[in-house]
């Protein structure tokens, strides 16, 4: 039954000129409109909207990354840009809330640093002992793509290695109420919650529900309870999840909003290939003006017969060879008239291209960056496109920075000060000034590298930007630049090489604009 918008006279004003009983002031709310009539869209919370249809979404989002070639491209471009060689701790604790110099704070830094390095550039943090943090940052970061959330169990397992500290990935779809139960008030998807909607803990499932190496009744099937914290607040869990709604216990896949577009445009271009393949193998028809009757006739009026059967034989095995110059010999009265294909169809290219870029809108990708295709884009639409792209890119990349690479760096630390490797005194009374970090990520690139060297030097001598800054956005530390190029200096004077000057060569597309070499 469709609702019906009652009228109520409450400040005693007339109605709209124009309005009618029952019509909304929204068009977008109308349900009398013929366009919006059968619009009945869900009013649930973010949980009642979201849980029932999240295993259906994960599995048809990794179903189209595995098949479908623009979304694993999609998928590896994010990646790629996002996470690529890996984010690089830089450590910078909050000196003035501890009390210390600014030079201070920098030697804690660089000892922090070089055992993190220890830790996180080896496989020590991996339980299963086969990824370095890099790896199992990718591994989260995918997973936060494709299922919408990325979860990992930290360990503690002392003797095993340098550190104790050992990190499990967990596939998110072992997150789920025990013995498959019905969500409750306190228990959504797994997750114990308190009144506040804080977790309490987590259920996770002994192994994969689509395992096929265990048996339902083994222990495998079973579900361990995790609280969320230790008493003292050090983590047990890590859930990395993007919060789109208040309320929200489970992450969405990215795919999410484009899966049905994704799933027909798979099916169009699959249906031309194959009618272009079949368009393709056939070159010609050979055509006879004898109708049935006539060829009856002809051959004595008798289908029975063995002149009718020779003949519908003759004609099942008669393939004319195609070659070059060839001449086909054909039977008396036949004509031989070429086929000419119609697939694939004239509206193919710019509707495909059409659906791809609402596809691209909807996962933040550009249309060029998302096929790699900059034939048909001018420096500006170019440099314009992934300008919007690296803006998606830096906000995706700070929350993995703040939703992973921060905790699981937290967890670490607090293990190496109670190691007594680093100091750092009232270490959980000042712990967020202590785990205070950056996470240094791939560089953004260059499309011009004269032009945007230039752009670089003139902002840092204006002040609008600083050589850290810089530095970071082409994906290096500028500590580390200052002291390779002193340590390069030095080594230069030592051997006594002149390296000359360098003067930059100015095209001429960079005079008609203005440019001047430095």
Known sequence: MKPVRRVKAITGQPPRIGASFGESPHFGASYTAKEMANWSASSGSADADLLSDLPTLRNRSRDLERNHGIAHGGIQTLLDNIVGTGL???????????????????????????????????????????????????????????????????LWRPGDGKFSTKLQLIEPDRLSNPYDGPDSEYRRGGIEIDKYGKPVAYWIRNAHPGDVFWLTGSPAGAWTRIPATMRWGRSRVIHSHDKERTGQSRGKPILSAVIPQF????????????????????????ETPLDSASVTELLGGDINSQQYQDYLSMQGQYVAPLRGA??????????????????????????????????????????????????????????????????????????????????????WLEEVINAGLVKAPDFYTNQYAYCRSKWIGP????????????????????????????????????????????????????????????????????????????
């Open 443 to 518: 560089g953004r690139g260059w499309v011009d590298p004269v032009k945007e060297a230039q752009a670089a030097q003139i902002r840092m001598e204006s002040g609008i930007s600083t050589l850290e800054r810089e530095c970071a956005e082409q994906g290096t530390d500028w500590e580390e630049n200052l002291e390779q190029i002193a340590r390069e200096q030095n080594r230069i004077k030592e051997l006594g090489v002149s390296l000359g000057k360098f003067v930059p060569v100015q095209h001429e597309a960079q005079q008609q604009e203005g440019f001047v070499a430095a």
């Open 326 to 411: 060839a001449i086909i010999p054909t039977l008396p009265g036949q004509q031989i008239k070429p086929f000419l294909p119609s697939r694939p169809a004239d509206a193919f290219a710019p509707f495909t291209e059409a659906v791809i870029r609402h596809i691209g809108a909807g996962i933040g990708l550009p249309y060029e960056l998302l096929l790699k295709d900059f034939s048909k884009t001018n420096y500006s639409s170019a440099r314009a496109a992934l300008l919007e792209a690296w803006r998606f890119f830096m906000g995706r990349r700070e929350w993995l920075s703040r939703y992973w690479c921060e905790p699981v760096y937290c967890l």
């Open 88 to 154: 690089r701790l830089s450590s910078v604790p909050d000196y003035r809330a501890l009390g210390w110099t600014k030079e201070q704070a920098e030697e804690w830094s660089r000892n922090v640093e070089s055992l993190w390095r220890s830790f996180a550039d080896t496989r020590e943090c991996d339980i299963a002992g086969q990824l370095n943090f890099h790896g199992q940052t990718t591994q989260v970061f995918r997973s936060a793509l494709l299922n919408g959330e990325a979860l990992a169990l930290p």
């Open 263 to 286: 799933k027909m445009l798979d099916h169009y271009q699959r249906t031309e290939l194959q009618a272009a393949v079949v368009n393709a193998m056939i070159a010609a028809f050979i």
